[in-house]
């Protein structure tokens, strides 16, 4: 930890910076190259009361009816339907009341001719009945009632499996689950959802001057912003993050460690030491120890950004500057993490438009990822654009995208914003 | 559980309807009136890790500079900047290397004039110099430096607070923490934050014709769907949902439940019963030992779905049929919920435009709540209306709302349709 002689000092390679850029395009292209090699997303099950929001793995078939019954779907008189015709208010038809049905707890005889049964919306229809006559078109008086209206047979009844039918497919795999998807599933008797399982996401971090999450900075250190953010950023996606404590900044000590998390890992993320000096061991470990298909990218933050495989996992390389990695993460990173856990791979973001309050400056040939605040319909870009300054987004509302055939955008330009 | 005798039947109370009806608005109005009373929303200290998406409750002061020291922006050379003034590639200056500082593990010693040190993005600024002097404009020979370019005071270095400045609010009270959020208040030393605790909500599932989640249909009985689509919810609008076994459908069993919940949640749910017959126990509960304040809305599904307080706590009456018990929860239960999370209280739900394929019958004095699926920019209504079907509302992609001053809309109306 002390100063390293200036003969050894590792800038000198660092310094030569990268040969060639990839695009951001070529990038993305890569991910998704990958991604059928690992389509066979696992699943497992899980309490049904914790599946919201989950991905179905499987579609799922009904094995029962749901009602398993006829019943009434109003409050009324169940009887046969044609011993009502003809009746009206002036020409009221007589029945005698012979019992009662109600939710859970049916009439247990049969409707005879000349009877009914008085019944509540959603008892079940006793046998012998085909209909229900709703209690404003009769006029009772103890056991006896009055048909004054007429009814079809089947009106006014629910009949078995018109919510769900047996054998059919109730809902479809790769669906999100909905509060009324677990109120179905609970319905015909699940206990329990097969969904896709969350991809596990190893978080290694790495960084001399870091202190561990909980710790506050002190001297020449600073306190580990990326491992908590990625941690959020994983579950955001769908991930199960498992963050271990700081990795130490050696190449033996990252090679164990990454070594160790690929083995119960689906995706590994490095963050710190992405880049192209000696001291960045992590783009060299991926290419001596597996493919490093991608390192440099055409973009602005997270230019020292790579991804490749490892013991046949995917892993990206985030750059330390917390803007950086979240860039990295977000363009990258997530999006595989996305893929993994059945979802949409688009960003989590919503979309608005809104008036450039100034310009923003790029350079063609890159990608830049600025940050902005929305002031009503207008976006002010926020004027720290250090990769460093992490507070820059969450000042931030959300950020705009700037292509890399584009020199950026005039003020009052009408752009589309990422809301955060 | 047999069928009563004609002369007992819980319908003949039932069977009168509701006197009147309240609006939607008199009883959203109601709803708000009731906010302030319960706006000391309590909170609770979360680890950092677990805090994502929960809401602070209260602004965020940093006690430290992030960073804590100034520190280099680019790979290069500390040094005196006024000992630059005249370099250029045709006039190189000489500078001695006297050290190298690196994140984390600083040049311990102090730059004096003639001397710079070597120095790596994010390093410590080391003593006596004020300046970077990028390593593009610098050409090295062992321990000798030559400076090709002139820099001024304070280039290219990051100071003390750059990124977060001790004393300054960081994050207000009320805000969604992001996953930079957490970043950032990783950052200053936090473990953990504070923010709104999720409001506890009691769901009570009352019906004599119900079996348990878990239980597969069977007889006359259908299992609960209610319960499981509450309990996601009231997670999905932040709530924590505590959730008994069903509770017998009687007035004691339910008066019982309903005491024992109000003295842990802040919000009841029933759910069932909720209507105007002598079995529909809630109401009468409520108004005789709390206050019934909306009983019978103006609205379809979800009339016989009422509100009030009992033991202090705000209390929602739900329909026991699926689909009304989904809508009158996002309604007004939601609505509730979401206020005491910390929340918006609109609805969670994205909107779009979407051209109606065939008219939508509505009442005036009525608000409606029909389901929709899209079909590309188009909306069908779901042809299935029964309040009973909850495969309506997983068949479809969102809903829409048809006011109360309006008969329906004809078909190619463009409408606003909520996405579930």
Redesign the interface.
């Known amino acids: ?7 050894n ?4 390679v ?2 030569k910076g990268f040969a060639s850029r990839k695009t951001v395009e070529e990038a993305i292209e890569w991910i998704d190259s990958q991604l059928p090699n690992f389509s066979n997303l696992p699943s497992e099950e899980v309490s ?2 914790e599946s ?2 989950r991905i179905l793995a499987a579609d799922v078939v009904s094995s ?1 009816n ?4 006829n ?1 009434s ?1 109003m ?1 009324g008189f169940a009887l046969r339907a044609t011993e009502t015709h003809g009746a009206t208010p002036y020409n009221p038809l007589p029945f005698k ?12 005889g049969t409707v005879f001719p000349g009877q009914a ?8 229809m006793p046998d012998g009945a085909n209909a229900v006559l709703p ?2 078109n009769t006029e ?1 008086q ?2 006896s009632l009055l048909a004054m209206g007429e009814v079809s047979a089947g009106k006014h009844v ?1 009949s078995v499996g ?3 039918q047996s054998g059919s497919t ?2 479809s795999a790769r669906r999100t689950l ?14 329990q959802a097969l969904v896709i399982r969350r991809p596990r996401v190893g978080i290694l971090i790495t ?4 202190l561990p ?21 994983v ?2 996606d769908g991930g199960q ?1 498992v ?1 271990p404590g700081l990795v130490p900044d050696d190449r033996e000590s990252l090679l164990a460690s990454m070594a160790a998390m690929s083995e119960s890992a689906d995706i590994l993320l490095v963050s710190g030491g992405s880049s192209v ?1 000696q001291d960045d061991h992590a783009p060299q470990l991926v290419a001596t120890h597996g493919m490093l298909a991608i390192h440099g990218i055409a973009m602005r933050p997270s230019s020292p950004a790579g991804m490749g495989l490892f013991n046949n996992r995917l892993v990206f390389l985030l750059p ?3 803007v950086s990695c ?1 860039c990295a993460y977000d363009f990258f990173a997530g999006r595989a993490i996305r893929a993994f856990s059945g979802r949409n791979t688009e960003w989590p973001y919503r979309r608005v438009q809104a008036k450039l309050t100034r310009k923003l400056v790029s350079t063609v040939g890159r990608v830049d990822y600025a940050r902005v605040k929305l002031i009503g319909n207008n976006a002010e870009p926020i004027s720290i654009s ?1 990769a ?4 820059s ?2 000042s931030a509302d959300g950020f705009v995208i700037i292509p890399s055939n584009s020199e950026g955008y005039a003020a009052e330009t009408i752009i589309e914003v990422f809301l ?1």
Chains 1, 2 share one sequence.
């Open positions: 930890m002390n100063p390293m002689p200036p003969n000092v590792s800038s000198d660092r310094m049904l009361l919201c929001g029962v749901v009602p398993g019954f019943r779907m409050d009341i012979s019992g009662g049905s109600f939710p859970g707890s049916p009439f247990s049964v008085c019944i509540m919306t959603g008892a079940p209690v404003e009772r103890g056991d629910g018109e919510d769900v109730l809902l909905r509060p009324q998807d677990i109120g179905v599933l609970s319905s015909i008797g699940c206990s960084g001399n001057e870091l999450c909980g710790t506050a900075p002190r001297d020449y250190q600073i306190t580990d912003a990326n491992g908590p953010m990625l941690h959020s950023l579950k955001r993050p963050m000096g330390g500057n917390p979240l250090g460093s300054i992490l507070t987004t969450t955060y």
